[in-house]
C-alpha cells in the first residue's frame, strides 16, 4: 500500500469497515398486515380494534418471481433489519464508485 495514497483511500477504507460489519442483507419489502380471520360471528368482523395480527409478509423477486412470504415476529425483526443494511450496502457501494473514479481520474479533491 502506497503512502500518499493514504489520504485518497480514508474514505474507501472507512466504507470497507462498514460493509464488513453487516451482517444480514436482503432486498424486497416487509408489510406488516391486520386481518379478518372469515370466522362468521368474529368481532373482526365489524370491530377494527378486534382484527387478528399482526402478520408479516416479506415480498421479494426470487428468479425474477414476486415471492410473498409470512413471517414470525423475530423473523420481521431480523428482516427489517437486513432491509436497512441492504439499503444502506447500496449507498455505501455507489459512494465506493464515486470514490474510485475519483482516484482513478485523479479528480479527488483535498480538503483545504
Ligand atoms: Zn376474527
Given at each position: ?65 414476486l ?14 433489519q ?31
Amino acid at each position: 500500500m502506497k503512502k500518499e495514497t493514504g489520504e485518497d483511500t480514508g474514505r474507501i477504507e472507512e466504507i470497507k469497515r462498514k460493509i464488513s460489519a453487516m451482517d444480514l442483507i436482503c432486498a424486497g419489502t416487509l408489510q406488516k398486515r391486520l386481518k379478518t380471520c372469515g370466522r362468521p360471528y368474529c368481532r373482526c368482523l365489524t370491530d377494527p380494534e378486534a382484527l387478528h395480527g399482526p402478520y408479516y409478509e416479506w415480498t421479494r423477486y426470487v428468479d425474477g418471481r414476486l415471492v410473498h412470504k409470512t413471517l414470525s415476529p423475530d423473523q420481521a425483526q431480523m428482516l427489517e433489519q437486513a432491509i436497512a443494511n441492504n439499503r444502506e450496502l447500496k449507498a455505501l457501494l455507489g459512494d465506493w464508485r464515486h470514490e474510485s473514479a475519483e482516484i482513478i481520474l485523479g479528480t479527488k479533491k483535498t480538503k483545504a
